[in-house]
Every structure is written in structure tokens, then in C-alpha cells.
T-cell receptor, first 115, second 113 residues
């Protein structure tokens, strides 16, 4: 019973392509997140959605577009992939927005390699 | 604005020795503090968190951390480490005044047999 799942686990693609990463949580949480972890393990938040509404939108190129069809799903679409997009992308969820006391539950990550 | 600093990027320690991973934060408002662990090729999971009350917080796998408001620190400790504790450890801070959640840059703990 995976709490937060991501697909695909690995993604290898060519520069310029468009790709999507899917995330689903079965915890009944209101808030979901996308993080990018670079090769030095630095973890940076990209987006956060609360009940399908965007609440955090960090300085991320507009080639990245999150979409939340319902509060259990948060997908990440990336247009015109660049070499610098290579990273591990983590989805996470919390009961409500993290400006409070909430623990975040992370998915296993999607390892994106752009060639 | 809030920030988190983990001064030690890598900490090697022998098996069964004690370890302390340091975390300092800066904030002008009250904070909530977290330690997360990332085992190789996995997502992060919560070790422990400080919300209020007792400044000594106990977490999973024998870890504990102490909130020190005067020194703005939240150091993570374990009295005797195991090989299985080899992982990346992240300190994080949030507040009740916004929706931000800040991670430190992580400390890589390597337990040597």
C-alpha cells in the first residue's frame, strides 16, 4: 500500500522533448508538492497545491507546469527539456499546507536524465 | 524569512560510535523544526519533529534532537550508530505564518564498519 507513488521511476530522454511525471497519494491529504533534488542532494521546492489550488510557485522556468486534476493527484509536465533539468524529482503530500506543523510524506522519486 | 544551515556536508563515523549532526536556523517568528532521512535511492521520511513543549525530541531508530532557542539550533544525535544509519539527513524549518518549508543542504552520514 504505497502512500505516495510516482511514475515513472526512471526517465531518460533527449533534449527538447516534452515529458510528464505523475504523482498520486492515497493518504487523503489536502496538500501536495513537487521538489527537485540536484546532483549535490540539494532539495528545493518547486510547487505546492492545496485542494487543487496552487499555493507555492517558486522561481521555476515556465517550461514546468504542474497540474492537479484532483487533490489526490499532482502531475508535472516539462516542455523543451534541457540538460540542467536532469535531477531527481520528488512528490510529497501533507495533511494540510506546511506553514503549520505537518509532516510531509515523500514519494520514491523520479530520476530524470536529459541527454 | 527563514533559513536552515547544516554546516557539515559529510560526517564519517565508526559503527557503534555516537554522532551529532548539526542544524542551525534563522527566523524572526516561532518555528517548527524537522529532521528527515533519505536512504540511498529512496524518498525522504520523517525522523522527528519539534512543534512545542519539551525541547528534547525523540524520534525513530534511536535518534533524538534538542531544540535550543538561544542558540537557534536543532542538532540531531544518536548514542550508537549502525551501518544501516548510512544515509542523507536533512534538517527543515517551517512556521505558522506562511506556507513555506525550507530544507537544509543535507548531511551525508557514512557509518564505517
Amino acid at each position: 500500500d504505497t502512500a505516495v507513488s510516482q511514475t515513472p521511476k526512471y526517465l531518460v530522454t533527449q533534449m527538447g522533448n516534452d515529458k510528464s511525471i505523475k504523482c498520486e497519494q492515497n493518504l487523503g491529504h489536502d496538500t501536495m508538492y513537487w521538489y527537485k533534488q540536484d546532483s549535490k542532494k540539494f532539495l528545493k521546492i518547486m510547487f505546492s497545491y492545496n485542494n487543487k489550488e496552487l499555493i507555492i510557485n517558486e522561481t521555476v522556468p515556465n517550461r514546468f507546469s504542474p497540474k492537479s486534476p484532483d487533490k489526490a493527484h499532482l502531475n508535472l509536465h516539462i516542455n523543451s527539456l534541457e540538460l540542467g533539468d536532469s535531477a531527481v524529482y520528488f512528490c510529497a503530500s501533507s495533511r494540510r499546507a506546511s506553514g503549520y506543523q505537518e509532516t510531509q510524506y515523500f514519494g520514491p522519486g523520479t530520476r530524470l536524465l536529459v541527454l | 524569512a527563514q533559513s536552515v544551515t547544516q554546516l557539515d556536508s559529510q560526517v564519517p563515523v565508526f559503527e557503534e560510535a555516537p554522532v551529532e549532526l548539526r542544524c542551525n536556523y534563522s527566523s524572526s517568528v516561532s518555528v517548527y523544526l524537522f529532521w528527515y532521512v533519505q536512504y540511498p535511492n529512496q524518498g525522504l521520511q520523517l525522523l522527528l519533529k519539534y512543534l512545542s513543549g519539551s525541547t528534547l525530541v525523540k524520534g525513530i531508530n534511536g535518534f533524538e534532537a534538542e531544540f535550543n532557542k538561544s542558540q537557534t539550533s536543532f542538532h540531531l544525535r544518536k548514542p550508537s550508530v549502525h551501518i544501516s544509519d548510512t544515509a542523507e539527513y536533512f534538517c527543515a524549518v517551517s512556521t505558522n505564518t506562511g506556507n513555506q518549508f525550507y530544507f537544509g543542504t543535507g548531511t551525508s552520514l557514512t557509518v564505517i564498519p
